[in-house]
């Protein structure tokens, strides 16, 4: 399937002698710096009609003119799969994860993933970067995601992730008890020696999480959490590093701590916990159409309210 884009501009003068992708990018800020560059190379965006350099100076007053065509992707297969779509329109589209679900494709889940099933609701995501998927879950979060329907949405969702106007809301159960809430500012980045891991690394990315308590157990902490950055195992890395791991996080957490004095109920829902407890409770964004803010929240899974009801029983006992 593919897809045409038309659109063309007018330069004014007062942006003479600026180069042709800065121009782009400002005339044309729907569309990524990335994407706008690789169309004038293929001639697909062009002055007065001629392609041009992105480096080459532009003097004001020449017509811009984009004629594009989409192409896929990326050689994904559509699947059938059943989604639990909390908001959809023409621009974007949110849903709610549940858990064993992979996002995207990679070399051990060739398929089955959320791409998949992204791809058989909605075919026209074929032409879209990652189908449209701006930012994700792991495989055992479950939650609130939202995806882009077009490049100006995905465009314009990607900049709120990176200007941090998008708001996103976490809940967790954690093991300890803690004493309150607090602010984790600290870097992330590769593991040293575990590739498949993130750690706290002062070579790594600026990341930051603030939490609050919900509730506290004698043995464990419900906590909200809210995410200023988004990098990968965030919270989980964060939440060990300061010494109170995700319930269920066989990466971060290896070893489920069965504290002494926990009754066999709370000690037999720990151990068959089968994935780290957190939950995407909240996303805010600004529409990429019309401009507004909206809102959406999503209750816990039935695993993680079992959990917590086995904390206030094993708390009461």
Same mark, same amino acid.
């Given at each position: 399937m593919t897809s045409q884009i038309s659109q063309r501009a007018e330069v004014p003068f007062d942006m003479g002698n600026k180069r042709l992708d800065q121009?782009?990018? &400002? !005339?044309?800020? +729907?569309?990524? #710096?990335? #994407?706008?560059? &690789? @169309?004038?190379? +293929?001639? &697909?965006?062009?002055? +007065?009609?001629?392609?041009r350099r992105a480096r080459d100076k532009l003097t004001g007053g020449e017509t811009l003119q984009i004629e594009?065509?989409?192409?896929?992707? =990326? +050689? @994904?297969?559509?699947?059938?799969?059943?989604? /639990?779509?909390?908001?959809? /329109?023409?621009? %974007?589209?949110?849903?709610n994860k549940p858990a064993d679900l992979v996002v995207h494709p990679a070399a051990g889940?060739? /398929? =089955?993933? !959320? !791409?998949?099933g992204l791809l058989h609701h909605c075919p026209q995501l074929?032409? %879209?970067?990652?189908?449209? %998927?701006?930012? #994700?879950l792991d495989k055992d979060t479950t939650g609130l995601m939202v995806v882009a329907k077009t490049l100006q949405a995905q465009n314009n969702l990607v900049g709120q992730l990176q200007d941090r106007s998008m708001g996103r809301e976490y809940e967790a159960v954690v093991q300890g008890q803690m004493t309150g809430g607090g602010k984790v500012d600290e870097p992330i980045g590769r593991h040293g020696t575990q590739r498949t891991r993130m750690a706290v690394n002062p070579m790594g990315k600026?990341?930051?999480?603030?939490?609050?308590?919900?509730?506290?157990?004698?043995?464990?902490?419900?906590?909200? !959490?809210?995410?200023?950055?988004?990098?990968?195992?965030?919270i989980r890395v964060h939440m060990a590093h300061i010494g109170y791991p995700l319930v269920g996080d066989a990466t971060y957490a290896p070893r489920t701590r069965l504290t002494k004095g926990i009754g066999p109920e709370l000690r037999e829902t720990l151990l068959h916990f089968g994935r780290q407890a957190l939950h995407a409770r909240k996303l805010g964004l600004i529409h990429p159409d019309s401009g507004e803010w909206m809102e959406w929240e999503v209750e816990l899974p039935d695993d993680f309210v079992q959990l917590l009801k086995a904390l206030e029983r094993d708390a009461e006992r």
């Open positions: 121009v782009a990018a &400002q !005339l044309f800020p +729907d569309y990524s #710096r990335s #994407r706008l560059q &690789q @169309w004038i190379k +293929d001639g &697909q965006l062009t002055v +007065d009609g001629e392609a594009a065509e989409l192409t896929a992707e =990326g +050689d @994904w297969q559509a699947e059938a799969m059943p989604l /639990d779509i909390v908001y959809e /329109d023409d621009h %974007i589209l949110v849903i889940n060739p /398929d =089955g993933t !959320l !791409l998949n074929e032409n %879209i970067p990652r189908a449209g %998927i701006v930012h #994700r600026e990341a930051v999480t603030h939490y609050r308590v919900l509730k506290k157990f004698p043995t464990h902490t419900h906590i909200r !959490l809210k995410l200023e950055t988004g990098r990968t195992h965030q």
